[in-house]
């Protein structure tokens, strides 16, 4: 398995109140993702990182955003979190664009 | 947006039926990949097609992508109890440096 790990796995937070998930990768991939997955959507990309402080906005980017300032740690702050917000946050690594994405564990987001 | 539609959403079967699920959209891919994702864990790589009428088989599935390279299906032989998961496609584009996730479809295989 790609050395891949999210922290915390689990939150409870209160609407408005800023949040950071990190995502660290043992495995050097120039690629990472941070997706949400709800039912009935499937996973939705949120943003990537193409390299160290080379960042890109996804599909559903509105009140997101991340940071990248070593090869192995990808963080994702909610801003201001909302209600909507509620999910499950997975983040991918890839050693190429379109390449094979390996996932972490989730983290499992509610916002109260 | 790049759409990828997956179809059936669920499907609940007996052990030993044969199914198949289906993966399309309007758009050209430059490759198309399966995941199966158990509950509680991150999508796991089954395989990646890359040319026009592929066929790949891994065990008792059995994966093609359309000879235009805009739709592929899944097919499992004798499912079993192990196959149940929530399987997805995504498609890549030459251009871009991301996946297109479908919705995924949730299959339940009975004893």
Redesign the interface.
Not at chain 2, 40 to 45: A, I, M, R, S, T
């Given at each position: 398995d790609a050395g891949i790990t999210q922290s915390p796995r689990h939150k409870v937070t209160e609407t408005g109140t800023p949040v950071t998930l990190r995502c660290h990768q043992t495995e050097n991939h120039r690629y990472m993702y941070w997706y949400r997955q709800d039912p009935g959507h499937g996973l939705r990309l949120i943003h990537y990182s193409y390299g160290v402080k080379d960042t890109d906005k996804g599909e559903v980017s509105d009140g997101y955003s991340v940071s990248r300032s070593k090869t192995e740690d990808f963080l994702l702050t909610l801003e201001s979190a909302t209600s909507s917000q509620t999910s499950v946050y997975f983040c991918a690594i890839s050693p190429g664009r379109q390449e094979t994405q390996y996932f972490g564990p989730g983290t499992r987001l509610l916002v109260l | 947006?790049q759409l990828l539609e997956?179809s059936p959403q669920f499907l609940s079967i007996q052990e030993g039926e044969n199914l198949t699920v289906y993966c399309n959209s309007s758009s050209v891919f430059?490759?198309l990949?399966w995941y199966r994702q158990e509950p509680?864990?991150?999508?796991?790589?089954l395989v990646?097609v890359v040319t026009g009428g592929e066929v790949k088989k891994l065990k008792r599935l059995t994966f093609q992508f359309g000879d235009a390279r805009k739709d592929s299906s899944l097919h499992i032989t004798a499912a079993q109890t192990g196959d149940t998961g929530l399987y997805?496609c995504?498609g890549?584009?030459n251009a871009?440096?991301?996946?297109t996730?479908?919705?995924?479809t949730r299959l339940m295989v009975k004893p």
């Open positions: - | 947006t997956q430059s490759s990949q509680g864990e991150g999508p796991v790589l990646t997805l995504a890549g584009h871009g440096n991301m996946l996730f479908g919705g995924g």
